[in-house]
């Protein structure tokens, strides 16, 4: 699926976020928007519409938040998503961002053309307020996920990190997944926290709450390492066995909820090979490689 960042850099200030370790990182505090974005993918797509290789859907972003509360960058998402679905191009999204009114608008349009995911670590307001600082808020995130469940867009919560002995417990996690039942989302992916070099840094330097970092960061002492699936980027997962319990905790939660549950399994390739539909494509783009599937089926016939 072909992707498009807004930015380089991110004003939610994400402690976790694994952009922090890529070259291109411009530092925290620093957002560099593109500004002709929207004129780039207007004239890619004629591009291709010349050769028929116009993409099927377009994800935002993989190195930052279309939905950052900037108006430059949201003047820009919005140009560039409205372009995409005009030419019935799909729009897939990860945000933990506040989306405005003129998006809603926007995606009630094309409503088969637009898939998404809302990042909900935690209801702990307060846990989320140090980790992710300038994210929109557990309860705005909850109230968008509402909506777009009633104006009919694939819409899932997605929980990526977990924090071990922060986010997991029975309780909270019984809460959030009762706050994510009654929005209407009916899946969920999740992964727990997978540490980086410059993640760990952050985590570090950022968390002034001594017993909070120690609590995070105490179960990576062994310093054991996996690449992520597909990749050679390193990183430290948390003990196999304290994943394989906590998502066999979530699982059974989820079920009591009827939330399908989905683990990423970019990030432990160890324990499954299940996929978090980060980049799940839209209704429409589902069911256009579906009668690409019967088309190469029927010349078989033939």
């Not at 924090?163 to 009654?182: Q, R």
């Not at 310093?223 to 990749?231: A, K, V, W």
């Not at 990423?264 to 090979?273: P, Q, S, V």
Request: aromatic share 8%; charged share 20%; with cysteine.
């Amino acid at each position: 699926m072909p992707t498009v960042n807004i930015t380089a850099g991110c004003v939610h200030g994400c402690l976790y976020c694994y952009t922090k370790g890529y070259l291109q990182y411009p530092g925290d505090g620093v957002v560099r928007v593109y500004s002709n974005t929207a004129e780039q993918v207007a004239q890619e797509l004629k591009r291709k519409r010349q050769r028929r290789k116009e993409p099927v859907a377009v994800y935002f972003c993989p190195s930052s938040d279309a939905f950052q509360p900037i108006p430059e960058v949201l003047d820009q998402s919005f140009e560039t998503m409205q372009t995409l679905l005009e030419n019935n191009v799909g729009v897939q999204f990860v945000t933990k961002g506040v989306i405005p009114e003129r998006f809603f608008e926007l995606f009630a349009k094309y409503p088969r053309l637009v898939s998404g995911q809302i990042g909900i670590c935690s209801l702990d307001q307060a846990v989320a307020s140090i980790i992710e600082p300038a994210a929109a808020s557990i309860a705005m995130r909850l109230k968008q996920l509402t909506r777009f469940v009633k104006i009919g867009i694939e819409i899932s919560a997605r929980a990526d990190p977990l924090i071990h002995g922060v986010t997991d417990t029975e309780t909270l996690l019984h809460s959030f997944l009762d706050a994510i039942c009654k929005t209407g989302a009916t899946n969920l992916s999740v992964s727990y926290l997978f540490l980086r070099p410059a993640i760990r840094s952050s985590l570090t330097r950022n968390i002034s709450d001594a017993s909070l970092r120690q609590t995070i960061l105490a179960p990576y002492s062994n310093r054991d390492s996996l690449n992520l699936r597909g990749g050679d980027q390193l990183g430290q997962p948390l003990p196999a066995d304290i994943r394989r319990a906590g998502f066999d905790r979530i699982r059974r939660l989820a079920d009591e909820f009827g939330i399908s549950l989905h683990i990423c399994g970019c990030k432990n390739a160890d324990l499954t090979d299940q996929r978090c539909n980060l980049t799940q494509l839209t209704v429409a783009g589902r069911e256009h490689l579906q009668r690409q599937r019967d088309d190469v089926a029927q010349e078989s016939l033939w």
